[in-house]
Each structure stands twice: as C-alpha cells, then as structure tokens.
C-alpha cells in the first residue's frame, strides 16, 4: 500500500501563487509516475500535471504556462508551484500515483487539498 498526504492549499488572491505539496509513503517501491488533478464542484476530476519517474513532465492545457510539477526524491515529495492563480483554479487538489508491479497496475489518490482563489 501507499499513502499520499496533501498538503498547502489555502485561499490566495487572483494572481497570486501557492504550492501545494504530496508525500508519499509505505510500498513506494515501482511508483513510476505521480499526478496532482483537481475536481471544481459539480465537475469532473480533470488532470492537471503529471511527472514521471524519469523526471518527464506534461501539464493539462488550462494550467501551462502557470503551474510547475517537481519532486524531491530523498523526502519522497512531488510539488505543484501554482503561478498566475485564477478563480477558474478554485479546486480540490488531489494527489495521485501509479505503481506498476511486474504486470500489474495500482493507483492510489491521496486526500485532496482545497485551493481557493479569490477574484
């Protein structure tokens, strides 16, 4: 099993920044990709950023430009720096990971952090 902990969000000012933060824990051994989406009330779940084992990146296109995934393996953290905030990025932000063993998949989500951007 893994547990992902989220951590930082908080109410902030359009334009104004924030990160939030992910730890993982437990059997993080074959964790080859990690995620953060975000789920706005009355809405779908929608991915923002992903970050692979091998440092690759990719951003959902509402958040290009303006939010940056990064890790920091010896804390077994990924990070999401969010730049240029908007009310549009008012969301539960949820920490995701996918974990392959052999030929098996596991995804797991962590708890979600609220992000409030205030116009």
């Known amino acids: 099993q893994v547990q992902l902990v989220a951590s930082g969000g908080g109410l902030v000012q359009a334009g104004g920044s924030l990160r939030v933060s992910c730890v993982a824990s437990?059997?993080?051994?074959?964790?080859?990709?990690m995620a953060w989406y975000r789920q706005a009330p009355g809405q779908q779940r929608e991915l923002v950023a992903t970050i692979t084992r091998g440092g690759s990146t990719s951003y959902g296109d509402s958040v290009k430009g303006r939010f940056t995934i990064s890790r920091e393996n010896t804390k077994n953290t990924v990070y999401l720096q969010m730049n240029s905030l908007k009310p549009d990025d008012t969301a539960v932000y949820y920490c995701?990971?996918?974990?392959?063993?052999?030929?098996?998949?596991?995804?797991?989500w962590g708890q979600g952090t609220q992000v409030t951007v205030s116009s």
């Open positions: 995701y990971a996918k974990r392959q063993i052999g030929t098996t998949t596991y995804d797991y």
């Open positions: 437990g059997s993080i051994f074959g964790i080859n990709a």
